[in-house]
T-cell receptor
Framework: DTAVSQTPKYLVTQMGNDKSIKCEQN?????MYWYKQDSKKFLKIMFS???????INETVPNRFSPKSPDKAHLNLHINSLELGDSAVYFC?????????????FGEGSWLTVV | DAKTTQPTSMDCAEGRAANLPCNHS???????VYWYRQIHSQGPQYIIH?????ETNEMASLIITEDRKSSTLILPHATLRDTAVYYC???????????WGAGTKLIIKP
């Protein structure tokens, strides 16, 4: 069983479009995250939700809007896509927010904006 | 910025122990050391984490120096499938984020 699952795995879209990436975790965790991995392979946190409440919102454009309908889901919606949005986006989850709580990652969603 | 430094790349022979070093000289008392790896085109995979004591699980062992300024991840019997980028991360206690560096590219050779 996949613990943290993301869809779609691959997404190719044109500039200016709006797209969403869905994430679901079946671990019973209360905290979920979105990370972005750029072309240099550095992973950077974008958002974090705890019990459906936004707790981390790093400096990302307003075009990115996370939505958490329940604790098991954290979807990422992107408006007016730009070339620079091309990256791999990883969803993750953990039980609790302390540094001793392990974060588990999904397999990633490869977004290419053309 | 990442709070850890790791060698850019390492080689290891298949079947031998792979020892991956990590320096985290500015680590504070409540910060954990985490190790993840990322195999090409896959998501980061959790390996192990520790605070002060050495830790062992089915995947690896983590040796943390007494002053906690460095650690070593040990894969006891490396296989070709262990070829990946290994990330050593210090997790900030109050911020519970993972601040990622560039990692070590480990290549296991037959």
């Amino acid at each position: 069983d996949t613990a943290v699952s993301q869809t779609p795995k691959y997404l190719v879209t044109q500039m200016g479009n709006d797209k969403s990436i869905k994430c679901e975790q079946n671990l019973g965790h209360d905290t979920m995250y979105w990370y972005k991995q750029d072309s240099k392979k550095f992973l950077k946190i974008m958002f974090s939700y705890n019990n459906k409440e936004l707790i981390i919102n790093e400096t990302v454009p307003n075009r990115f809007s996370p939505k958490s309908p329940d604790k098991a889901h954290l979807n990422l919606h992107i408006n007016s896509l730009e070339l620079g949005d091309s990256a791999v986006y990883f969803c993750a989850s953990s039980q609790g927010r302390r540094s001793g709580n392990t974060i588990y990652f999904g397999e990633g969603s490869w977004l290419t904006v053309v | 910025d990442a709070k850890t430094t790791q060698p850019t790349s390492m080689d290891c022979a298949e079947g031998r122990a792979a020892n991956l070093p990590c320096n985290h000289s500015t680590i504070s008392g409540n910060e954990y050391v985490y190790w993840y790896r990322q195999i090409h085109s896959q998501g980061p995979q959790y390996i192990i984490h520790g605070l002060k004591n050495n830790e062992t699980n089915e995947m690896a062992s983590l040796i943390i120096t007494e002053d906690r300024k460095s650690s070593t991840l040990i894969l006891p019997h490396a296989t070709l499938r262990d070829t990946a980028v290994y990330y050593c991360i210090v997790r900030e206690g109050s911020n519970y984020q993972l601040i990622w560096g560039a990692g070590t590219k480990l290549i296991i050779k037959p």
